[in-house]
């Protein structure tokens, strides 16, 4: 995702980057703009990554947040990543592109799943069906893959097709 992402707002005319990264919770909106930042923080004087801004604000550490920005990013130049689930906030703020990012793809959401599940990239016989079921009903969500690869790791066939009738 990073590497189609970020082409297209390299070239900018200003010193300030603005990016949206908006879509449903579990979509791995966080973890995209984690990856950025870690990618190309080096090129910028100054940088700062910042999660769970709407939970701290809510604990009023608004000021903490400000504060930690302030120091981490005072000298030099840097982009804004905005993660949310509404889009009005980005509009709101005036990014001029948003990105919604989709769901992994089948092999990829597969890969992702059986890595939490049975630390493989393919599963064992007998579970090849039952994976692609729990892959299809997480419907390419990272935070579904992950969650429920890791409750169905170490359990057996007949608690996997259990937990499937219960989802």
Known sequence: MVAELIPSYLGFGNDIYMMGICGMGGLGKTTLASAIYYEYSDLFEGSSFIANVRERSEKDELHE????LLDEILEGSSWIII???DEHVLV???MLK???PNGLEDDDASKLFCSKAIKKVQPEEGYMQLSQKVVGYASGLPLALVTLGSFLAGRNIDEWKSALENF
């Open 98 to 100: 948003i990105y919604k």
């Open 92 to 94: 709101d703020n005036g």
């Open 83 to 85: 993660t949310t689930r």
């Open 65 to 68: 947040l400000q504060q930690q």
